[in-house]
């Protein structure tokens, strides 16, 4: 290889010399350059998405701070969990499915659902928790025999 590019006149010499060095130049760039800008710029593209989520989040936890205690929205204070249990269940339309509703204690309650619209029963318990200040305890899911449908063993406490 040598040979042939001293056999070359210098012109010619040149002309590869400058093309050999473009040609090194652009598979630099495509193989180390154009790579790392992209990575930067994905990274700066997730930074800007998790700043936004940050802030959010930082503004919704001001606003659950700033709404005070959940508990005193629960309505009527003398009304036994058993009625708002059973009131609330039959309002999400989960009524039927409600087999057992059993105090535990002052402040608690075991619930049993057979056979619950799982999408239903999620939304039931925001209404409890929101509505009523039932905390879920403890909970047991269990696939039902139609689709999308649970057996579930809840315990729910109110804060105290």
Known sequence: MRDWFESLAPRERLIVSVGAG????????????APLASGVDRLNTRIDSKRASLSWMQM??????SAGDVSTAAGDPDQSLVVVID?????????????????????????????????????WLGQLQAGHGLALESATF???????????SLTLRQPG
């Open 142 to 152: 269990e696939r039902g025999t139609a689709n999308g449908t649970v057996t579930v």
């Open 87 to 123: 009131r609330t269940a039959r309002q999400s339309g989960i009524g039927e499915s409600l087999t057992r509703n059993q105090p535990v204690g002052e402040d608690g309650i075991r619930v049993r659902l057979e056979g619950a619209p799982f999408d239903v029963v999620t939304q």
């Open 60 to 65: 919704a936890a001001a606003e659950i701070s």
């Open 22 to 33: 473009v040609v090194g130049l652009i598979v630099f760039w495509s193989i180390v350059l």
